[in-house]
C-alpha cells in the first residue's frame, strides 16, 4: 500500500497568495526573527509589507514581498518603497513567475513550487519525507542592503508594534487585583 499525503489542503493546485504567505512566515520563523508579521503597515504609512521579521537588537530587518503570479509582480510598482525599511528584502512566488535577471542584484527570490520540488512530491511514493522548508526554495538569497535600518525608519516599525494594535476590551480587565 503506498501513503499518499498532500503537503497541504491545496497541495497540487494553483498557489494562494495566503498559502505562500503562511509559508513565508513560517520560513522567516525558522531564520530565528523573534518578531514575525504578515500585513504589516509601519505607522509612517503608505506601505505595506507581506511578511516582516525584526531582529531583536541588531536593526536587522527582513521583508518578504509575496506574489502569486507573473501579473501580480508586473503590476506591482511600489515594493521599492519598501527598501529603506528593510536591511534583506526578498520576492516569495511560484517557480517561474519571476526570473532571476529581472531583480537588482541585492534582492533574493524564494520559489514555491519549483521543479525539484516536484520532482520530491513525485518521490513521495518511494518513501521520501518531505520537510516544510522544502516547500520554498531560495533560488536567490537576499544580499544585505545595508548594516541596519536607520532611525527614522525603525522607530516608525517599533511605533506600529507598541501602539499599532490596540488591546481588546476583554484584555483590559485585572483579574489578580492589580489595577484596583
Known amino acids: 500500500m ?16 495566503a498559502e505562500l504567505r503562511a509559508l513565508a ?5 525558522r531564520l530565528g526573527y523573534p518578531y514575525v508579521a504578515t500585513e504589516f503597515a509601519p505607522s509612517c504609512g503608505g506601505c505595506r509589507f507581506d511578511v516582516i ?28 518603497s519598501y527598501l529603506p525599511f528593510c536591511t534583506h528584502f526578498a520576492f516569495v512566488a511560484p517557480a517561474g513567475a519571476i526570473q532571476r535577471w529581472e531583480l537588482d542584484g ?9 521543479p525539484s520540488f516536484e520532482r520530491m512530491i513525485a518521490n513521495r511514493r ?25 532611525d527614522d525608519e525603525w522607530h516608525a516599525l517599533l511605533e506600529t508594534i507598541a501602539f499599532g494594535r490596540p488591546l481588546p476590551a476583554a484584555d ?9
Not at 503506498?2 to 497568495?17: E, M, R, S, W
Not at 520537510?131 to 544580499?143: F, G, V, Y
Request: aromatic content about 10%; overall charge positive.
Open 25 to 29: 512566515s513560517e520560513r522567516m520563523k
Open 172 to 180: 483590559l480587565t485585572f483579574t489578580d487585583g492589580a489595577g484596583i
Open 126 to 150: 518511494f518513501g521520501w519525507t518531505i520537510r516544510p522548508e522544502d516547500a520554498l526554495r531560495a533560488s536567490r538569497p537576499a544580499r544585505r542592503l545595508r548594516d541596519a535600518v536607520g
Open 53 to 80: 521579521g525584526l531582529g531583536r537588537y541588531t536593526r536587522q530587518v527582513r521583508i518578504y514581498e509575496v506574489k502569486s503570479s507573473r501579473a501580480d509582480y508586473l503590476a506591482d510598482t511600489k515594493w521599492e
Open 106 to 114: 541585492a534582492v533574493g527570490l524564494i520559489e514555491y513550487g519549483h
Open 2 to 17: 503506498i501513503d499518499y499525503i498532500p503537503l497541504t489542503a491545496l497541495a497540487g493546485k494553483k498557489t494562494t497568495t
